[in-house]
């Protein structure tokens, strides 16, 4: 029992350690120009693609800014995430912050854009499957679902929402006998 239990032990710390250095594996065929074009069309700002170092791993992140909450009371923040600068995306996560009110407009626009960036095209989309769990989902606190086999993530935070979009992979489990 003790020997099982120190081995599982050990497994579990093996397999974190090798799993951490791990590159995060990319949404097939998705790349950042084709996740782009929904924020560019509305008008984003863009910045990137900028090297992120993490450890002996370089990221590259685009970032995209549209409205200001002191201004407008809406703002929206994208971030999407690469393992090269024109290589397959691996992570879409996207903020659409309602300032102090939450208007019926904010929600429209919010819903529009994320409807657009969960049906993107990429390997076994499921464009129109996408759209509709984000509308029956997107003011849910807490909603996750795989489609495609691309795990999409959405909550509603206060008077913000967020969506996230990345590979999905599953969970290895480790059966001792």
């Known amino acids: 029992m003790l020997r099982t239990t120190i081995l599982a032990l050990f ?6 350690s090798i799993l951490a250095g791990q590159p995060k594996p990319p949404i097939p065929e998705l790349s950042p120009q084709k996740a782009l074009a929904p ?11 900028n090297p992120v170092q993490d450890g002996p791993t370089t990221h590259y992140r685009w970032e995209l800014k549209a ?19 024109q290589d397959t995306l691996y992570n879409i996560n996207i903020t659409a912050f309602g300032g102090r009110t939450l208007a019926d407009m904010d ?8 409807r657009a960036v969960a049906s993107l095209e990429y390997v076994n989309a499921e464009p129109e499957k996408a759209a509709a769990w984000i509308i029956k989902n997107m003011n849910s606190e807490d909603a996750e679902t795989v489609i495609g086999g ?20 599953e969970p ?6």
């Open 11 to 16: 497994l579990s710390l093996f397999s974190v």
């Open 39 to 49: 924020f560019i069309t509305r008008g984003f700002n863009l910045t990137g693609p």
């Open 107 to 114: 929600r429209k626009l919010t819903a529009n854009l994320f």
């Open 67 to 85: 409205g200001d909450t002191t201004k407008n009371d809406y703002s929206v923040y994208a971030k999407l995430w690469s393992h090269t600068n």
């Open 150 to 169: 691309i795990k999409l993530s959405t909550y509603l935070d206060g008077n913000n929402w967020h969506l996230d979009i990345r590979s999905y992979e």
């Open 172 to 177: 290895v489990e480790f059966v001792l006998e």
